[in-house]
């Protein structure tokens, strides 16, 4: 392996708690940086690379819209109500730490994903892959709904060398996109061949840094205000936003600018964007776009006038997500006279982000006040994980706001809990619900967000789940329980609970909560060999590892016999005594 990837590797590694032999990290290394290309959710690298028979793929990741999904059940979720197509993209990865090219290697990667898309596979594919191969199925079973009719493919085969010359790999290359293409199951068939040079901005890009500079034609600054820096209206032209700030190095849609914003594209069918596109369309009114269009708002933290020239860097689209996706569908027509207006606010206090959300979206059709409620309810959150791990040396993090940590190095990845990943955390433990943070992790920040994310619930709730989750990483990670159980992570935390508190009631805005999440805390920050002991045992205990697959992950069949099967072992073994517990030591 090339010493530049090892040291990013090694960095990875440390960010992420990653253990294993060199070529299974920089398989989950590869795998999560192409992740968080299409998608910002936290993730466990982990789980993006599997154990068991490898049929010559690394990964396969299938994305629809910008959500990660990870079942059939989810694939059903994500198209169903909506009214428009969706953009669907099927990757696959492939990953060598070798420094040389070989034209066998990407042959046997493209062999291997063939035998994928056959109707009957012929290569031994493990639990993960046959899980993976499902959820392809359902999406074909839904191309009625997905733009263009067929979903996209990406095939990422990743080495350490410098990038690749020879006629030899440029030809395997080509033929590996000619044969994927001739299946006829994709719009789109792309085969990227990852080198040292272009893998190291790929896997720096998943911190979240997106900066550019956008040429303008004019600019009046607004009058200071309090905690917001700098603030201007803007006129630049269409195609100089639709260049620099919606698309990324590939040429592709950038969907995290989009991350706050409250609605997804409507899609091109929907009245308003429909109107959008006949001016664009229209020549004679599409030179003054600029003056029919409400413009654009972009949120910065950091943003830099010079002369025409603006720098932007980790900005969010606030407002305007229907007007930029529609100029992104018509960049292959508009001219260079048509021009946008922008407003551009610096600021990076959330209660000021928080106000340009609300006030520039009143106009969404959205569940307003279901929307407000969980702004302020995880508003409460992120300030009382600040004062809860003020002073503790393994201190949380809630991601209130995607990349709200970006910038802080000191940060580790695997103490970063966002929305979606602290909702499976809490709904595991406290609501009994592992298969649904398992299985159906989206439905937690959609259908059930009201009930998630309840002002009335104590905040203390969402800091122990999440640090149970954050111990049994560590455990897993330092090898003190085995990684196997890695996969039962949700169910684990809700045998925790169990163990210690046996059938107890629980109300989750009482005052007694505080006294039963700090039992559960003495015992999971516990280093003591006889506390880690009786995790791992109770891991054992709970369940037939070796029995547990996609389908029962997702059942509550499990979840009532993993309760059943933990109560039994708490009065074989009670829990100790608090004042016996140890500390946390890392």
Partial sequence: MHRIVKSHLDDFKEQYSITGTEDRIFESFLNFSIFRKFCLNNIDPNVLRYDGEDPGIDGVMIFIGDEYVSSPEEVQEA??????????????????????????????????????????????????????????????????????????????????????????????????????????????????????????????STSGGTETTLPILGSAAFIKAPNISEAYVI????????????KDETGKLRQSVFDQNVRDFLGSDAEINSEISSTLDDKSKQVRFGILNNGITLISPD???????????????????????????????????????????????????????????????VNEDQFLSTINTTKKIEQYFNIRGKDADHRLYFERRTNQYASHE????????????????????????????????????????????????????????????????????????????????WHIIM????????????????????????????????NEE???????????????IDNINSDNLKSTTLVQTIKQNTLKFRKENPPPKNNSLGTINI
């Fill in 79 to 204: 198209f169903s109500g909506r009214k428009r197509e969706m953009e669907v993209f099927v990757i696959f990865t492939q990953a060598k730490t070798s420094e040389k090219w070989d034209k066998s290697e990407i042959t046997n990667f493209q062999s291997a994903i063939l035998d994928f898309l056959s109707e009957s596979s012929l290569y031994p594919h493990s639990e993960y892959m046959k899980n993976q191969k499902c959820i392809f199925e359902e999406v074909l079973k839904n191309v009625g709904k997905i733009k263009g009719g067929k979903p996209i493919a990406d095939c990422y085969f990743s080495t350490t060398a410098p990038p690749a010359t020879t006629k030899e790999i440029l030809a395997a290359r080509d033929a590996m996109r000619k044969s994927i293409s001739d299946t006829g199951l994709f719009s789109n068939v792309d085969v990227i061949l990852l080198n040292r040079d272009s893998l190291i901005p790929l896997w720096k």
């Fill in 235 to 246: 006129t630049c032209r269409a195609n100089d936003f639709i260049n620099n700030v919606l």
């Fill in 303 to 365: 943003i830099r006038m010079s002369g025409l020239e603006l720098f932007i860097k980790d900005f969010q689209i606030v407002n305007g997500c229907q007007t930029s996706n529609v100029l992104f569908e018509h960049s292959h027509s508009i001219d260079d006279d048509t021009t946008l207006m922008l407003k551009v606010v610096e600021t990076s206090d959330q209660n000021v982000v928080d106000d340009i959300v609300k006030s520039t979206n009143r106009q969404a059709k």
């Fill in 410 to 489: 000191n940060v580790k990845a695997v103490r970063l809990f966002d929305i979606r990943e602290l909702a499976r955390c809490f709904s595991s433990m406290f609501l009994d619900k592992p298969e649904i943070a398992s299985r159906y992790p989206n439905k937690l920040t959609k259908d059930s967000v009201d009930i998630v994310f309840n002002p009335s619930y104590n905040e203390e709730v969402y800091y122990v789940s999440a640090f149970s989750l954050y111990r049994i990483k560590m455990l897993i990670s330092n090898g003190r329980v085995e990684a196997k159980f890695g996969k039962l992570r």
């Fill in 495 to 526: 045998a925790i609970k169990y163990y210690l508190l046996g059938e107890q009631k629980i109300h989750l805005n009482s005052r007694k909560i505080e006294e039963q999440c700090a039992k559960i805390e003495k015992f999971i920050s516990s």
């Fill in 530 to 544: 006889d506390v880690v002991s009786i995790i791992s045992r109770l891991c054992s205990e709970i369940v037939e």
